[in-house]
């Protein structure tokens, strides 16, 4: 059969966001070439996550369970989905750009002999191809990339698709694929795991967030920060050079190297903008900039901007809002 295979990952307690994102982008290619949209879960258990799947869009759902895909183990899970695209032969597979699926996918792509086109944010079908959108030099210019030979392969950028609306009691279809995974075949061990605690909101998810960066001059003006992201119900984040200096872990970081935001509201203090920042905050909506270089490239991109010391504007603003949000 065809159709258009999102590889879901798994996330806790769940299907990871990024798989229901794949599914609401994976629609309308789907529509395009009248083919089902399908999901393909691999884990040790995965079949309870055939319905969530089947909620977020999905018409088809294979699972493959296996003891090896207990973790997001790249070469297990590439073994996997191989065995996979080759039984349902389907026209197009979408991955998420997530640490798995950028390993997964182009290893994919190479071994099925056709092109994959990387951290993209618009798709469609076009003339018989799939016509893919990427951010290039730093978010500043958007690339067009087609893919004429069957199956496209992609991997989506986080957040660049909204989630459909989960259905009730969905109807779908679960079907198990057997695989066959052999531990000699795979080289790369994992030696140990480090899950690093976070409270509060996510980056990826805030939809407000206050940022900072090396202008600050050391990690302590970043409890005003944090001060302002909980009045704005937001997150804090940084730059590289914060992360660098150590005055943040890197969980913090926004940036190319770092984590992509799709915020409502973005604040960057002491932020000039660097492209490889820019890249992480391309889609978003609006930037609020305070930074003492009027040249600064950020207020290229700002809607609203702030030229002057961020220690004399930044508890102004944070008065300001406290008050707007006692009327």
Same mark, same amino acid.
């Given at each position: 059969m065809a159709g258009v295979l999102v590889f879901a990952e798994v996330g806790e307690g769940g299907l990871a966001p990024i798989a229901k994102?794949?599914? @609401?982008?994976?629609?309308?290619?789907? /529509?395009?070439?009248?083919?089902? $949209?399908? =999901?393909?879960?691999?884990?040790? &258990?995965?079949?309870?996550?055939a319905q969530e799947a089947g909620a977020f869009g999905a018409q088809q759902v294979y699972v493959a369970e296996h003891a090896f895909l207990k973790d997001a183990h790249p070469d297990y899970h590439l073994l996997a989905l191989e065995q996979a695209v080759k039984r349902i032969t389907p026209s197009a597979v979408l991955l998420g750009k997530t640490?798995?699926?950028?390993?997964?996918?182009?290893?994919?792509?190479?071994?099925?002999?056709?092109?994959?086109?990387?951290d993209v944010v618009s798709l469609k079908v076009e003339g018989g191809a799939l016509i893919a959108e990427r951010p290039v030099y730093g978010g500043n210019a958007m690339a067009?990339?087609?893919?004429r030979q069957k199956p496209f392969v992609a991997t989506v950028r986080p957040k660049a698709f909204e989630p459909?609306?989960?259905? @009730?009691?969905?109807?779908?279809?679960? /079907?198990?694929?057997?695989?066959? $995974?052999? =531990?000699?075949?795979?080289?790369? &061990?994992?030696?140990?795991?480090?899950k690093v605690e976070a409270t509060g909101i996510r980056l990826e998810?805030?939809?407000?967030?206050?940022?900072?960066?090396?202008?600050?001059?050391?990690?302590?003006?970043?409890?005003?920060?944090?001060?302002?992201?909980?009045?704005?119900?937001?997150?804090?984040?940084?730059?590289?050079?914060?992360?660098?200096?150590?005055?943040?872990?890197?969980?913090?970081?926004?940036?190319?190297?770092?984590?992509?935001?799709?915020?409502?509201?973005?604040?960057?203090?002491?932020?000039?903008?660097a492209s490889q920042h820019m890249a992480g905050i391309s889609t978003v909506k609006n930037i609020?900039?305070?930074?003492?270089?009027?040249?600064?490239?950020?207020?290229?991109?700002?809607?609203f901007g702030v030229v002057g010391?961020?220690?004399?504007?930044?508890?102004?603003?944070i008065d300001e809002v406290r008050k707007l949000l006692q009327r």
């Open positions: 994102e794949l599914l @609401a982008a994976g629609r309308p290619l789907a /529509q395009a070439l009248g083919e089902p $949209l399908v =999901a393909f879960i691999a884990a040790e &258990k995965a079949g309870p996550l640490p798995l699926g950028v390993t997964v996918g182009p290893r994919l792509a190479f071994r099925l002999g056709v092109g994959v086109a990387q067009r990339v087609a893919l459909l609306a989960p259905q @009730a009691n969905p109807s779908v279809a679960v /079907q198990s694929i057997p695989v066959s $995974l052999d =531990a000699s075949s795979v080289k790369v &061990k994992v030696l140990e795991r480090k998810d805030a939809r407000v967030v206050v940022a900072g960066g090396r202008g600050l001059g050391g990690p302590e003006p970043f409890q005003q920060l944090e001060e302002l992201a909980r009045l704005l119900g937001g997150a804090v984040g940084a730059s590289r050079a914060v992360c660098d200096a150590g005055w943040l872990p890197y969980q913090y970081q926004i940036g190319l190297t770092g984590k992509t935001i799709t915020a409502d509201l973005y604040i960057a203090v002491a932020i000039s903008g609020v900039a305070i930074n003492k270089d009027g040249d600064a490239p950020i207020f290229q991109e700002a809607r010391d961020w220690k004399k504007v930044l508890p102004a603003f």
